[in-house]
């Protein structure tokens, strides 16, 4: 991937250089979380590669979406599961979003059920981005919330989500579908007549829209969502990230939860 003009380093070579910091706090004979996406793939190839200079023992990984288990495999990082691990040492994964309380917005892939199950399981879950993903408040990118449903009744959950969320100024919500990119776009209805987005567990995801954000309380929030019957996770990852590492133009910048962040 080139570098933008101007001889600065491209989004895809700041993920890189988060994802490789990250990796620096693996150790031999670790269980490890393996993230999803574009960000999360830097740090399965580093991991492998160290496995295949020795560099790295007796590493396992849980991975995250079928995809982390194809992309680890690949890589030579050999896997495991929750059942046999139910105790992970470290998680390393990107975000889509990231608030200044270090809270996250995840799962535009659609993996964020096994996501939250695997990072909520970690003794130490590390958040790897470039700059582009810090915000103000969750939602405030104009991009999903993502929430996963399950497929018997999923137009009656979308109706109650819609309502949960009435009154808030330019909220939107749909059914995810298959020709969806919810990285790239915001709310589109053209997309209505396409097949429904399947996640890895043969659910569905209904992506909430916010124009200026999500107001209000997060937890009780998070707890309004989960309350209606048909939803099974959302993605507002709040208070799990030990610390965020942010690949800026001019150098990386690690934010641990217990510190203030700053310029965020």
Same mark, same amino acid.
């Given at each position: ?16 250089? @988060? ?20 960000? @999360? ?26 995809? @982390? ?25 990107? @975000?889509?979003?990231?608030?200044? $309380?270090? &809270?996250?917005? *995840? ?64 909220? &939107?919500?749909?059914?995810?579908? $298959? !020709?969806?990119?919810? *990285? ?17 567990? #043969? ?15 997060? &937890? ?20 799990? !990230? ?6 800026? #133009? ?11 962040? &700053?310029?965020?």
């Amino acid at each position: 991937m080139l570098a933008p003009q101007g001889g600065g380093p491209s989004q895809d070579e700041l993920k890189r250089v @988060a994802a490789h910091r990250a990796v620096e706090l693996v150790r031999s004979g670790m269980v490890l979380g393996l993230g999803t996406g574009s960000t @999360a793939v830097h740090a399965l190839d580093r991991i492998g590669a160290l496995l295949r200079t020795g560099h790295l023992r007796d590493v396992v990984g849980i991975p995250t979406s079928e995809w @982390a288990a194809a992309s680890a495999a690949a890589a030579g990082i050999p896997l495991t599961d929750l059942n046999t691990h139910p105790v992970v040492d470290l998680s390393i994964d990107g @975000a889509d979003e990231v608030d200044p $309380a270090l &809270n996250l917005v *995840k799962g535009r892939g659609g993996s964020l059920l096994r996501e939250k199950m695997v990072e909520g399981a970690s003794r130490r879950f590390v958040v790897i981005v470039d700059e582009s993903k810090l915000v103000p408040r969750l939602g405030v990118s104009g991009l999903a919330v993502p929430v996963e449903v399950i497929p018997f009744g999923w137009s009656l959950t979308l109706r109650r989500l819609r309502t949960l969320f009435d009154g808030v100024p330019g909220f &939107n919500i749909k059914l995810r579908t $298959a !020709a969806t990119n919810a *990285k790239a776009s915001a709310f589109d209805e053209s997309e209505s007549k396409s097949e429904p987005f399947v996640t890895d567990n #043969k659910n569905y995801i209904v992506d909430l829209f916010f124009e200026d954000g999500i107001h209000g309380d997060l &937890n009780l929030i998070s707890d309004e969502i989960l309350r209606i019957t048909g939803v099974i996770e959302h993605g507002m990852f709040l208070g799990l !990230a030990s610390s965020v590492i942010i690949a800026r #133009k001019d150098g990386v910048v690690v934010v641990d939860k217990a510190a203030k962040v &700053n310029g965020m």
